[in-house]
C-alpha cells in the first residue's frame, strides 16, 4: 500500500493529468504538422503532454517528500475566477475585448476579502489597455474591441 505523504501536492499533480488527458483527447483531431510547419493541434498538444509529464512528476514527489495534508477548499476565489473566466468567454464575440477585461478582472478580484475599489479599477483599465494594445495594435488579432 502506497502512503502519501503530500496529498496537496498529489492532488495538484492528478488535476494536472486530468487537464493533459482532457487538452490532448479535445485536440485530437487537430492536425499536428511538423516541428517547420506547425499545424493547429501542435502547441496544444505539446501544452498538454507537457502538463501530464509534470502532473506525474508532482504527483510521484508527493508518495516520497513533504508532509502535508489537504486544507479545507475555499470555495469563494474558485466561483469567482471560474466566473470571470465563464463570464469572459460568453462576453468576449458580443461585448468586445475592453468590456470582457474590465468585467473578468472586477470578478475575480471578489476572491479575496481585501478588495480595493480603486485598486481594482486601475487593474481593469490598465489590463484593459494593455490587451488592445497588444492584441489588436501588435499582434493584428481580429478582435471586437467596443460592443456593437
Known amino acids: 500500500m502506497v502512503i ?3 496529498k496537496q501536492d498529489f492532488l495538484a499533480g492528478l488535476i494536472f493529468v486530468i487537464i493533459g488527458v482532457l487538452g490532448i483527447l479535445l485536440g485530437w483531431t487537430l492536425t499536428v ?3 517547420t510547419r506547425m499545424g493547429p493541434g501542435f ?3 505539446l501544452l498538454s503532454y507537457s502538463m501530464v509529464f509534470i502532473g506525474l512528476i508532482i504527483s510521484l514527489k508527493s508518495i516520497r517528500f513533504g508532509e502535508s495534508t489537504l486544507e479545507r477548499w475555499k470555495w469563494r476565489p474558485m466561483a469567482s475566477i471560474f ?3 465563464l463570464a469572459f468567454a460568453f462576453l468576449i464575440s458580443r461585448g468586445g475585448l475592453v468590456l470582457s477585461i474590465i468585467l473578468v478582472t472586477i470578478l475575480s478580484s471578489f476572491g479575496t476579502h481585501e478588495i480595493r475599489w480603486h485598486q ?3 487593474l481593469s483599465t490598465f489590463m484593459a489597455g494593455l490587451s488592445v494594445l497588444l492584441f489588436i495594435y501588435l499582434l493584428g488579432l481580429p ?3 467596443w460592443p456593437s
Open 4 to 6: 502519501l505523504k503530500n
Open 33 to 35: 504538422g511538423t516541428i
Open 43 to 45: 502547441l496544444p498538444r
Open 83 to 85: 466566473g470571470g473566466i
Open 120 to 122: 481594482t479599477l486601475f
Open 143 to 145: 478582435l471586437q474591441v
